[in-house]
């Protein structure tokens, strides 16, 4: 993985895979060198974590996804 890779959101994925959003999260939000920032919950905010997925483990998983 590199720094310059290009890095996919959560919304994207989802359209070129034609899968809800929730399923994509499911999918990538515990793989390695998925970047993950967040915000923990406050007494006036809900908490969030926003995903970035590189292209490599995007086709990672599409090759694994295939093979099932």
Known sequence: MSALEKHFTVSQIA???QLSKDSIRRIFK???DVLKMSAPET???RGYCVLRVPESVVQKVHALM???
């Open 15 to 17: 359209t070129l895979w």
């Open 30 to 32: 515990d793989r390695p």
């Open 43 to 45: 007494r006036f905010k």
């Open 66 to 68: 295939r093979k099932a």
